[in-house]
């Protein structure tokens, strides 16, 4: 027979105490307690990992970030209409929900780091065929493998990081993958920007007789190779192998991490978190008792669909296209893209230096509360325009107006949605369920990426900027009630310590 042990569950009072290893203490002295437990840890091993970890953040911004200045250039090389242009944009989030959902379950059978090693070579295969690709079928095929590798290191880097690093560090350290998909963004839009201005357009041929877009995607090819290399040399999650029953070579990953002393405890740990009578499958997902989903597992995909449903990745994806529409030229529009970026990254640093001291679910809010009035303002300035000759005219104060909220956007969205929830997905699930749960919040995220992107050239045709946007600042709105309604807070948390 087996019995299922877990650890205390930490019970906070309204005055901020809690229970740690059955001993009453204030929230400074549990964070004393546990900086302590973690006074031993190699920072420099655990950078490194988390070092390579993110390069996966990297590629996945580098892959979004690459179509927005190749739009034109799939229109003319395949003769599509706004449809097929929408779908040759979004085709890779089809191939993004099935990787994310995929590589959820897959993590839990082969491993975080096999998978991630998986994952690297599908970016390069991507990268290769997207700009080879003779026809519009070839182009969506090898974009809907590079969304299996994007949906894996999407929902998997976090994971990773947040099973190898300090609870006292867990926010700031995983939040690095955010800083990591915008640089990989601002990489992907400054090189398609340098590329265009050299050939002359992003349709002009360029090297080897080549047109500038297919080197967009060849741009590539440098750091996927890179993430491929430098995945061989970093260990497995513990957690991982302690759930396949690896329990020495999990003992040795631990010791190298946070010392001999730490490492055994954590091992124990781990292993009365998880069940000891069958390994984590997705059936784990629902509660025994009521026979319904669990509870937290809806919140995940609450969190992963509403940061899609903001419209953030309408800004990247169709970036240079949308400030083409209210008249600014393609070269200021990639221009914009790259400030935008270079906004996004500062926002998330100071994400960093706040989520492991005012916690996860605060940031959440702000950032709601931020996008739903910038979303709103922004619909008003294109509400304002008129259309000439099918595009929409701006006055310079309303074109003003909607550039400077739309970056304002921008940074309330990487300072609070951007980084925290791919954090909070990370490290929210109990050990059990969290390659499952990753793998359906990553699934409801890819999806609701697809739907955005692929219905926002049909609502900019049907109700225009105006309405594409009022809808993103409502779905904003209703985050804030879905936040402070639904959203726990984890900050300070061990792994071993969530609750489902």
Not at 324 to 352: C, H
């Amino acid at each position: 027979m087996f019995v299922k042990r877990r650890l205390p569950n930490p019970r906070f009072s309204l005055k901020g105490s809690a229970t740690i290893n059955g001993r009453l203490c204030n929230s400074t002295t549990r964070e004393r307690v546990l900086n302590n437990a973690h006074s031993g840890a190699n920072m420099a091993l655990i950078s490194a990992i988390v070092a390579v970890a993110t390069l996966g953040g990297f590629l996945f911004g580098f892959d979004s970030g690459v179509i927005n200045g190749t739009v034109d250039g799939l229109r003319i090389a395949f003769s599509s209409d706004d449809v097929g242009t929408g779908f040759n944009v979004a085709s890779m989030l089809l191939g993004c929900a099935v990787g994310a959902f995929v590589a959820g379950r897959l993590s839990d059978i082969l491993g975080r780091r096999r998978t991630l090693l998986i994952a690297a070579v599908f970016f390069i295969v991507s990268a290769y065929g997207s700009g080879i690709a003779g026809s519009s079928i070839e182009f969506v095929i090898y974009r809907i493998i590079g969304g299996l590798a994007v949906g894996a290191a999407s929902v998997l880097a976090p994971a990773y990081i947040s099973e190898v690093t300090p609870a006292n560090l867990r926010g700031r350290l995983s939040s690095l993958q955010q800083v990591m998909i915008i640089v990989g963004l601002t990489a992907a839009f400054l090189s398609n920007y340098l590329l265009a201005e050299y050939a002359g357009s992003s349709t002009e041929t360029f090297w080897l007789g080549f047109e500038a877009w297919r080197w967009m995607f060849w741009m590539e090819l440098i750091p996927a190779t890179i993430f491929l290399i430098a995945l061989i040399f970093i260990p497995e999650s513990p957690r991982y192998l302690v759930t396949r029953g690896d329990v020495e070579k999990a003992r040795g990953v631990l010791d190298r991490l946070f010392g001999a002393s730490v490492g055994a405890r954590k091992v124990t740990e781990i292993e009365t978190s998880i069940s000891n009578d069958h390994a984590p499958r997705l059936s784990d997902l629902i509660d025994r008792q009521s026979g319904r989903l669990r509870t937290i597992v809806w919140v995940g995909i609450g969190l992963a669909t509403f940061q899609q449903l903001v419209g953030i990745n309408v800004v990247f994806y169709y970036g240079a296209v949308l400030w083409q529409a209210v008249g600014f030229s393609e070269s200021d529009a990639l221009k914009i893209n790259i400030l935008s970026g270079s906004i996004s990254i500062g926002s998330v640093i100071l994400a960093i230096a706040l989520i492991d001291r005012v916690g996860r679910k605060p940031l959440l809010l702000i950032g709601s509360i931020g996008m739903a009035v910038t979303l709103a303002i922004m619909s008003f300035a294109f509400m304002s325009g008129s259309l000439v000759d099918g595009t929409l005219e701006l006055s310079d104060s309303a074109g003003l107006t909607a550039l400077v909220a739309a970056n304002i956007y921008v940074a309330f969205f990487n300072f609070s949605w951007g980084p925290v929830m791919w954090v909070m997905l990370g490290e929210m699930f109990p050990n059990q369920i969290r390659g499952s749960g990753l793998a359906v919040s990553g699934f409801a995220q890819w999806i609701s990426n697809f739907g955005i992107t692929m219905t926002f050239p049909v609502m900019l045709a049907s109700i225009g900027l105006s309405g594409a946007y009022g809808f993103y600042a409502i779905s904003a709105a209703i985050s804030v009630v879905f936040v402070w309604a639904m959203v726990r807070e984890t900050k300070g948390l061990e792994l071993e310590e969530m609750q489902g």
